[in-house]
């Protein structure tokens, strides 16, 4: 992760690069799409269908793996689930594997009608603390919300996965967060 810079008085948070950190907030749409039996891909776009990020995968593998790219084709992301732990997830820059891991995202214990994300980077020494935290709320009210510490960084809506990005968020890492959210469920 770069260093923080300041957007209008807010560090910027950046793990894709400082190119995917935009000075105003940017709402997302996530689409998820399975192809046949074994192939799923996701489109990440605006509210005007401007096309951001893509994602694909398949199932037939032993670990998912799902690539983010940008609207060129260029990976990003790799998000790798842990076959053997489950529902824990590896996030590496690029398409590589090995020595380029940013974060891991887990599934928090179970929570009747919520799914709770804990999001730890690599450097974090305490296991016990998370760095960010994903929620979306299924009852009553259909909500995704991703959080540093208290401060609230993307929130939307659930049924149709649209999120709000605040200014200074790396927007492909809440596109990520959000694919690993949709896997979870």
Not at 108 to 132: A, C, H, W, Y
């Amino acid at each position: 992760m770069a260093v923080p810079q300041m957007v209008y008085g807010v560090p910027m948070i950046s793990f894709a690069g400082d190119g995917f950190c935009l000075p105003y907030p940017l709402d997302l749409i996530v689409n998820r799409k399975q192809h046949g039996l074994s192939n799923i891909h996701y489109q990440v776009s605006d509210g005007k269908g401007n096309l951001y990020l893509l994602a694909d995968g398949s199932y037939t593998t032993l670990f998912r793996k799902r690539v983010l790219r940008n609207s060129a084709g260029f990976p990003i992301l790799t998000i790798r689930e842990k076959a053997i732990t489950g529902k824990k997830w590896m996030v590496h820059r690029g398409e590589s594997s090995e020595k380029s891991q940013l974060f891991t995202v887990q599934r928090s214990r179970f929570q009747p009608m919520k799914t709770r994300l804990e999001v730890f980077l690599v450097g974090n020494i305490d296991k016990d603390i998370s760095n960010f935290t994903v929620v979306g709320s299924n009852y009553p009210s259909q909500y995704i919300r991703v959080y540093k510490g208290d401060t609230i960084l993307a929130e939307g809506k659930k049924e149709s996965f649209r999120v709000s990005v605040h200014s200074g968020v790396d927007y492909a890492f809440i596109a990520a967060l959000i694919i690993i959210l949709v896997e979870c469920e």
